[in-house]
């Protein structure tokens, strides 16, 4: 295929395994969300902006995203935190702390989703110290918020744990022989050059958690307008039939998670050519 | 600003990187700490900066004892090996840096650091790419760019660890070239770290050569070659034939070889080790009464103005032996590779039966 | 870059990060075994041999051992194409595979509802023929791939990047075809990375939750995976009956941790091995 390879390669089997490639992402992946695209697009615009700008959907729109919102935040912080100590500290324990890291990947949802919720029930474990203080988790978009954050924390510390390994001790040397405080070396020198993969990992965390369904549904506890996720809601539409509402909700979050994976991987490249040099 | 370092000792666990350092360095001199990996070089020199510090001893910039002040207040300008270029940073940002880290009240105006900064990139000659990130660099502009930042604070005394180390062969030289031009610019006391002779000597008002955690001279290049204070800086700087033979009183022998001399070097039972250099000595097609070391001719490489001659020992036991010659010398000989050629020292460096340096003699 | 903690704020930062690893992490895993066993040893076993439970096993079982091997051939095909050419829109094509990481799983759900389900022009085809594609097993399967399908890929893509190309240059050079070339060259190289895809796909496989909810049906003793039977039992308020199907899952998981570990230290190793290699040969 001339026109398509744009450099001679000796190995062969380029057909086969395009062909194939292409195939199976077609058939996976595009066909399916181009189906849905047709679908919503078989709605006149009335209907579609009529079921998005409906009390309900606004309502967990911005459940969802608020709760999105703070998840990313919390996971900015304890996945940092997390990564700076798994990386520059030497303690027991710390192997350990770094497998665990990535629990939150291996664990389906719903066992996520259900023992989060009896952790933070009103007399769980950790719920029942937040009661002593009046603090409801459970059932309350704080309690969405936790749940989210737990699903994607690993997000953020494996994003970060690569670039600070890479960071050499001279460049914090050369920062303090130029007179910059440890306080400064930290800031400008060191988060500075985190700040991409933090804000890559936070976006990545943000992605997940706006569509997070299976760790919030069992904390959350559902109430239209008040804990209400935006996922769940496209659920409820399709067990009332109304694939059209369904679609047309599931197409906000659709395009807010390619527009998000795109941006990200655009801001990815360019950073790494700037600061990478290829 | 005068550097001085007293009675400097350094231990890493068992293994001591410093013993009993004592330096002077007089203001804007540009100073080689000259020595094979392990003599403690870059160690001495991160103490100097405050990035290390010594088990004993002190450390005195223009007469104050700084030996307890933090790196960040002795106003050293330090260049890393691997450059440790901020890579968040265009490389006017990094030699900016030091400038924005001041207090509030030391902090010139933007236009001045803006100015400085241009000053900087111009006196190393990099203007044109104060946009760019260091990923975008060659190695030697990077080395550049590291060395303007550390020059931004206008320090006393300029540090340098193995500059040059990370770069291929053309452009060390270049580079050596111009660091040596710009010291003559800004005369700042400068001390940098090398295992390459050739640049200490190039490059150096002063060598200092160290193994094994001492100094073991410091001197001009010239005198350190000419005149080496010990064994170890003999051996360390330049090529050396080594001769092992016998002396009678009046001549060395070993197998059919011989030269005619005068020393008191040897040994009690006559064993004379000498040391030849490569450029001390001619060759001829033929002996002459004071010398007799027949050798064959095996490989000749050319650089330069200099041809290195290989020469195998014909009839006495030695290794192989490098000659130098000037290129017209070497077209006066007209020489084939497999001839048979005589050497004639012109000058030879006796060992003593301890090991040390002896006398200097002439053969006659 | 490891150093042993000397202030006390370095202290204090590694005392906070073991406060957020034990309330984030520890405790709700540590909550599952205590709850599941809070009735005894004899009604975990009877839990366990429950027809729904079960049903629920094989079913979540024969989904991952179709996922897995289904998305094993397919990231190496697409590893394979994207490293080892270079072609308009190789970055697209290694962009696209990473659209299913992002995606809300109920969405994917809904997607393939509307494109597989039986009204579509493809799920009519299949209901002639007697096969019904949503609301039963192959829907399931199909919908667990889509989820599933990154993760090898995105395993094998930087790997295969980093070793280069020029062994399997070499045996083509000598004569090997492209089959021949990639069994007895790339695959010894990336089998470890190979392991670490397939536990990962499998553990997401199995925990599918989303995706699966929506094609299913919820049919019980039919359609139940694992995780939905997690859903439905804590829904009939049969807790323990729940925080068993959970701890059974939470300890797949468990394994699933101590694998990863282990893998990731062997492909670290191969990268390390490989990109020395390269080195070697870049340099003159």
Same mark, same amino acid.
């Given at each position: 295929?001339?026109?398509?390879?744009?450099?001679?390669?000796?190995?062969?089997?380029?057909?086969?395994?395009?062909?194939?490639?292409?195939?199976?992402?077609?058939?996976?992946?595009?066909?399916?969300?181009?189906?849905?695209?047709?679908?919503?697009?078989?709605?006149?615009?009335?209907?579609?902006?009529?079921?998005?700008?409906?009390?309900?959907?606004?309502?967990?729109?911005?459940?969802?995203?608020?709760?999105?919102?703070?998840?990313?935040?919390?996971?900015?912080?304890?996945?940092?935190?997390?990564?700076?100590?798994?990386?520059?500290?030497?303690?027991?324990?710390?192997?350990?702390?770094?497998?665990?890291?990535?629990?939150?990947?291996?664990?389906?949802?719903?066992?996520?989703?259900?023992?989060?919720?009896?952790?933070?029930?009103?007399?769980?474990?950790?719920?029942?110290?937040?009661?002593?203080?009046?603090?409801?988790?459970?059932?309350?978009?704080?309690?969405?918020?936790?749940?989210?954050?737990?699903?994607?924390?690993?997000?953020?510390?494996?994003?970060?744990?690569?670039?600070?390994?890479?960071?050499?001790?001279?460049?914090?040397?050369?920062?303090?022989?130029?007179?910059?405080?440890?306080?400064?070396?930290?800031?400008?020198?060191?988060?500075?050059?985190?700040?991409?993969?933090?804000?890559?990992?936070?976006?990545?965390?943000?992605?997940?958690?706006?569509?997070?369904?299976?760790?919030?549904?069992?904390?959350?506890?559902?109430?239209?307008?008040?804990?209400?996720?935006?996922?769940?809601?496209?659920?409820?539409?399709?067990?009332?039939?109304?694939?059209?509402?369904?679609?047309?909700?599931?197409?906000?979050?659709?395009?807010?998670?390619?527009?998000?994976?795109?941006?990200?991987?655009?801001?990815?490249?360019?950073?790494?050519?700037?600061?990478?040099?290829? | 600003?005068?550097?001085?370092?007293?009675?400097?000792?350094?231990? +890493?666990?068992?293994?001591?990187?410093?013993?009993?350092?004592?330096?002077?360095?007089?203001?804007?001199?540009?100073?080689?700490?000259?020595?094979?990996? *392990?003599?403690?070089?870059?160690?001495?020199?991160?103490?100097?900066?405050?990035?290390?510090?010594?088990?004993?001893?002190?450390?005195? +910039?223009?007469?104050?004892?700084?030996?307890?002040?933090?790196?960040?207040?002795?106003?050293?300008? +330090?260049? +890393?090996?691997?450059?440790?270029?901020?890579?968040?940073?265009?490389?006017?940002?990094?030699?900016?840096?030091?400038?924005?880290?001041?207090?509030?009240?030391?902090?010139?105006?933007?236009?001045?650091?803006?100015?400085?900064?241009?000053?900087?990139?111009?006196?190393?000659?990099?203007?044109?790419?104060?946009?760019?990130?260091?990923?975008?660099?060659?190695?030697?502009?990077?080395?550049?760019?590291?060395?303007?930042?550390?020059?931004?604070?206008?320090?006393?005394?300029?540090?340098?660890?193995?500059?040059?180390?990370?770069?291929?062969?053309?452009?060390?030289?270049?580079?050596?070239?111009?660091?040596?031009?710009?010291?003559?610019?800004?005369?700042?006391?400068?001390?940098?770290?090398?295992?390459?002779?050739?640049?200490?000597?190039?490059?150096?008002?002063?060598?200092?050569?160290?193994?094994?955690?001492?100094?073991?001279?410091?001197?001009?290049?010239?005198?350190?070659?000419?005149?080496?204070?010990?064994?170890?800086?003999?051996?360390?700087?330049?090529?050396?034939?080594?001769?092992?033979?016998?002396?009678?009183?009046?001549?060395?022998?070993?197998?059919?070889?011989?030269?005619?001399?005068?020393?008191? *070097?040897?040994?009690?039972?006559?064993?004379?080790?000498?040391?030849?250099?490569?450029?001390?000595?001619?060759?001829?097609?033929?002996?002459?009464?004071?010398?007799?070391?027949?050798?064959?001719?095996?490989?000749?490489?050319?650089?330069?103005?200099?041809?290195?001659?290989?020469?195998?020992?014909?009839?006495?036991?030695?290794?192989?032996?490098?000659?130098?010659?000037?290129?017209?010398?070497?077209?006066?000989?007209?020489?084939?590779?497999?001839?048979?050629?005589?050497?004639?020292?012109?000058?030879?460096?006796?060992?003593?039966?301890?090991?040390?340096?002896?006398?200097?003699?002439?053969?006659? | 870059?490891?150093?042993?903690?000397?202030?006390?704020?370095?202290?204090?930062?590694?005392?906070?990060?073991?406060?957020?690893?034990?309330?984030?992490?520890?405790?709700?895993?540590?909550?599952?075994?205590?709850?599941?066993?809070?009735? $005894?040893?004899?009604?975990?076993?009877?839990?366990?041999? =429950?027809?729904?439970?079960?049903?629920?096993?094989?079913?979540?079982?024969?989904?991952?051992?179709?996922?897995?091997?289904?998305?094993?051939?397919?990231?190496?095909?697409?590893?394979?194409?994207?490293?080892?050419?270079?072609?308009?829109?190789?970055?697209?094509?290694?962009?696209?595979?990473?659209?299913?990481?992002?995606?809300?799983?109920?969405?994917? $759900?809904?997607?393939?509802?509307?494109?597989?389900?039986?009204?579509?022009?493809?799920?009519?085809?299949?209901?002639?023929?007697?096969?019904?594609?949503?609301?039963?097993?192959?829907?399931?399967?199909?919908?667990?791939?889509? !989820?599933?399908?990154?993760?090898?890929?995105?395993?094998?893509?930087?790997?295969?990047?980093?070793?280069?190309?020029?062994?399997?240059?070499?045996?083509?050079?000598?004569?090997?075809?492209?089959?021949?070339?990639?069994?007895?060259?790339?695959?010894?190289?990336?089998?470890?990375?190979?392991?670490?895809?397939? !536990?990962?796909? =499998?553990?997401?496989?199995? $925990?599918?939750?989303?995706?699966?909810?929506?094609?299913?049906?919820?049919?019980?003793?039919?359609?139940?995976?694992?995780?939905?039977?997690?859903?439905?039992? =804590?829904?009939?308020?049969?807790?323990? $009956?729940?925080?068993?199907?959970?701890?059974?899952?939470?300890?797949?998981?468990?394994?699933?941790?101590?694998?990863?570990?282990?893998?990731?230290?062997?492909?670290?190793?191969?990268?390390?091995?490989?990109?020395?290699?390269?080195?070697?040969?870049?340099?003159?």
């Amino acid at each position: 295929m001339p026109l398509l390879r744009t450099q001679h390669s000796v190995l062969p089997g380029f057909t086969l395994s395009f062909a194939l490639s292409v195939l199976f992402i077609c058939l996976v992946i595009l066909v399916p969300l181009s189906g849905l695209a047709i679908h919503v697009s078989q709605m006149s615009w009335a209907q579609y902006w009529g079921v998005i700008t409906d009390p309900r959907s606004l309502a967990s729109f911005r459940v969802t995203l608020l709760a999105a919102a703070g998840a990313s935040g919390i996971n900015a912080v304890v996945g940092l935190l997390l990564a700076w100590v798994i990386t520059r500290y030497r303690f027991p324990g710390r192997r350990l702390m770094d497998a665990l890291v990535d629990l939150p990947f291996a664990l389906p949802t719903a066992v996520a989703g259900l023992t989060l919720s009896a952790l933070f029930a009103a007399n769980g474990w950790l719920g029942q110290w937040f009661e002593a203080i009046g603090i409801s988790v459970a059932y309350t978009p704080l309690g969405i918020m936790i749940a989210m954050s737990f699903t994607s924390l690993p997000f953020v510390v494996r994003a970060v744990q690569p670039v600070l390994e890479d960071l050499t001790p001279d460049v914090e040397e050369a920062a303090a022989t130029l007179g910059a405080t440890p306080m400064a070396t930290f800031t400008r020198v060191i988060l500075a050059q985190l700040m991409p993969a933090l804000l890559t990992g936070t976006a990545l965390a943000f992605t997940r958690s706006l569509g997070e369904y299976g760790a919030v549904i069992f904390i959350a506890g559902n109430m239209p307008f008040e804990t209400e996720i935006l996922s769940l809601l496209v659920n409820i539409r399709l067990d009332e039939f109304d694939y059209a509402a369904a679609s047309a909700l599931a197409s906000v979050i659709l395009i807010a998670s390619l527009v998000l994976l795109f941006g990200i991987q655009l801001v990815q490249s360019r950073l790494t050519r700037r600061w990478k040099g290829h | 600003m005068s550097i001085r370092v007293e009675q400097i000792q350094k231990r +890493f666990g068992d293994f001591t990187a410093l013993d009993d350092i004592n330096l002077d360095v007089q203001e804007g001199q540009l100073v080689g700490l000259l020595g094979p990996s *392990g003599s403690g070089k870059t160690t001495l020199l991160r103490i100097i900066a405050g990035l290390e510090k010594a088990d004993q001893g002190k450390v005195l +910039f223009h007469g104050k004892d700084v030996t307890n002040l933090d790196v960040r207040k002795r106003k050293v300008g +330090f260049v +890393f090996q691997q450059y440790a270029l901020f890579r968040h940073l265009t490389v006017a940002d990094n030699v900016t840096f030091g400038l924005r880290m001041l207090p509030r009240k030391e902090r010139p105006a933007r236009s001045a650091i803006r100015q400085r900064v241009n000053e900087l990139l111009d006196l190393v000659q990099l203007g044109h790419l104060a946009g760019r990130y260091p990923a975008q660099l060659s190695g030697g502009q990077k080395q550049r760019v590291a060395l303007a930042r550390a020059l931004a604070l206008k320090p006393d005394v300029l540090l340098l660890d193995e500059p040059f180390g990370a770069l291929d062969a053309k452009v060390r030289k270049e580079l050596r070239r111009w660091l040596r031009h710009l010291h003559e610019q800004i005369s700042v006391t400068s001390i940098f770290v090398t295992h390459d002779q050739e640049e200490a000597m190039e490059v150096s008002d002063q060598v200092v050569v160290m193994s094994q955690g001492r100094i073991e001279q410091m001197a001009s290049p010239l005198t350190v070659y000419e005149q080496p204070a010990s064994r170890f800086v003999f051996d360390f700087l330049g090529h050396i034939n080594a001769l092992k033979g016998h002396y009678d009183g009046r001549s060395w022998q070993a197998g059919n070889a011989q030269l005619r001399l005068t020393t008191e *070097g040897a040994c009690p039972d006559g064993e004379l080790t000498l040391y030849l250099r490569p450029h001390e000595a001619d060759l001829s097609k033929t002996p002459s009464d004071s010398a007799n070391l027949p050798v064959k001719l095996g490989a000749r490489s050319v650089f330069g103005g200099t041809v290195t001659l290989e020469l195998e020992a014909l009839g006495w036991p030695a290794e192989v032996m490098e000659v130098e010659l000037s290129r017209d010398a070497w077209q006066a000989l007209n020489a084939q590779p497999g001839d048979t050629l005589f050497v004639h020292p012109r000058q030879l460096q006796t060992v003593t039966c301890d090991g040390n340096l002896g006398p200097r003699v002439t053969p006659a | 870059m490891h150093e042993h903690p000397r202030h006390w704020h370095q202290w204090l930062l590694i005392m906070a990060a073991f406060a957020a690893v034990a309330i984030l992490l520890v405790m709700p895993l540590a909550l599952i075994f205590t709850e599941a066993f809070s009735q $005894g040893w004899a009604m975990v076993q009877q839990n366990l041999t =429950n027809p729904d439970m079960l049903g629920a096993i094989k079913l979540t079982l024969i989904v991952a051992l179709i996922t897995v091997p289904v998305n094993l051939l397919f990231g190496i095909l697409l590893a394979w194409c994207v490293t080892r050419y270079e072609f308009r829109g190789r970055k697209l094509l290694s962009t696209l595979i990473d659209i299913p990481f992002a995606m809300s799983p109920v969405v994917a $759900g809904l997607c393939y509802l509307v494109v597989y389900g039986a009204q579509s022009v493809v799920g009519n085809w299949f209901s002639g023929m007697g096969v019904q594609l949503m609301f039963a097993l192959p829907g399931m399967v199909m919908v667990t791939v889509f !989820v599933t399908c990154p993760y090898v890929a995105r395993v094998l893509i930087p790997l295969m990047e980093s070793q280069g190309q020029h062994e399997e240059e070499a045996a083509i050079i000598l004569g090997a075809s492209g089959w021949q070339a990639f069994w007895y060259v790339t695959l010894p190289k990336i089998r470890w990375a190979l392991l670490y895809g397939v !536990v990962l796909t =499998n553990a997401r496989a199995v $925990g599918e939750f989303g995706a699966v909810s929506v094609v299913s049906g919820l049919i019980r003793g039919q359609t139940l995976t694992l995780p939905l039977l997690v859903q439905m039992w =804590n829904q009939d308020y049969n807790t323990v $009956g729940a925080f068993t199907a959970a701890g059974l899952l939470a300890a797949m998981a468990l394994v699933t941790l101590l694998l990863k570990t282990v893998l990731e230290w062997a492909t670290q190793h191969n990268t390390d091995n490989a990109t020395e290699q390269k080195t070697e040969q870049d340099t003159p």
